[in-house]
Structure formats: structure tokens, C-alpha cells
């Protein structure tokens, strides 16, 4: 959720709450998941705190790259990077995920693994979804983890094939694999 700060120094900023997933949905996500992570390429969209692609590095991942457009996120992510020693396998952009979308292709390889948790209030999975797909970013074999909220049916996506659907109190957490 996005505060606008009122009064003080930072009056009239806008403050981005971060909102990180919670380690049994973490634990559920990666446990669906199973061997689809091992030796992937992962992209970690509006990572947040990063918990997506620090585990998938943790869990034998070969390299992330976490995108986020807010400095604080870029800042946890990079401690939680320090702190795990994966520096060398991982790349962090402090970046808008949209922009990121309609210009990464251009200079990343596409990616076995592609997690996706926007703010709940501001993106729905269909846009999302298609914008990953029309950046060419997804592997031939890849697949997407998407968090969204439970309000929000999985979307019908072209070139995508829903293979489960999970929800988590207020979240859910879906997966398609690639038809390509």
C-alpha cells in the first residue's frame, strides 16, 4: 500500500509499504515448485524484500535478477544478497517493472523462472501476464509464479497453461508453464 507522507521532511512523498510474502506461503510456493528452480535463470519482479529470488538462489538457481522500482526494496534486497553471499549470481535494478518489461529483451537471455508479486491494489495477473509474455523474457520451458489476491481469478493467457492455483488467506498464488 502507498502512503502519502503529510507533514515532516518527507511531506508530500509518497512512502511504498512493503508487504513481504509469508515464509509458509514461501514455503508452499517452492515446495509446488519442487526441481523447477535448480540450475533456472530467475527474474523476481516488484521483488520487494527479494524473498522469491533469494530462495530460488539458495535453492540451487543459477542466477536472479530482482526488479523494483523502490529504493528501500533495492536496499533490502542488496543486504539480503550480502548476507547469503550470492552477489555474484544475482543483479538487482532499481527499476519500473513495466519499463523493464518493454526494454529487457534486448540485454537479458530469457529466464526458466519468472516470479511475479505486484501490489495487489494497483496490478491484476491478466496485464501483467501479457506483458511478461509480449517481452520474449520466458523461456520456451519456463514458468510463472504469480501472487495475487484471492479476489482475482487466474487469467486465460496466451502461451501460458494454468498448472495450479493456491490460495493462501487473502493471496493466491498461481503457476502456468509455457506452451512454447
Not at 506461503?25 to 523447477?36: A, I, N, P, Y
Request: aromatic residues 8%; proline residues 4%.
Amino acid at each position: 500500500m502507498a502512503v502519502r507522507i503529510s507533514s515532516g521532511l518527507r511531506r508530500g512523498k509518497v512512502h511504498v509499504e512493503l508487504r513481504p510474502t509469508a515464509a509458509r506461503t514461501l514455503e508452499s510456493v517452492f515446495d509446488m515448485l519442487r526441481s523447477d528452480v535448480e540450475g533456472a535463470r530467475v527474474l523476481d519482479l516488484f521483488a520487494g524484500t527479494g524473498s522469491y529470488g533469494v530462495i530460488a538462489l539458495r535453492r540451487g538457481a543459477d542466477y536472479a535478477v530482482f526488479v523494483d522500482k523502490s529504493r528501500e526494496s533495492e536496499k533490502r534486497m542488496k543486504r539480503a544478497i550480502q548476507q547469503y553471499h550470492l552477489e555474484e549470481r544475482s543483479m538487482v535494478l532499481c527499476e519500473d517493472v513495466t519499463h523493464f518489461l518493454h526494454t529487457a529483451h534486448r540485454s537479458h537471455d530469457p529466464f526458466g523462472v519468472i516470479f511475479a508479486d505486484p501490489p495487489y491494489e494497483l496490478f491484476t495477473p491478466g496485464p501483467v501476464l501479457e506483458q511478461i509474455m509480449d517481452s520474449q523474457l520466458l523461456a520456451s520451458n519456463g514458468i510463472v509464479v504469480f501472487e495475487h489476491s484471492k479476489r482475482h481469478a487466474p487469467p486465460d493467457i496466451a502461451g501460458l497453461k494454468l498448472r495450479k492455483s493456491r490460495v493462501f488467506g487473502d493471496t493466491t498464488v498461481s503457476i502456468w508453464d509455457a506452451l512454447r
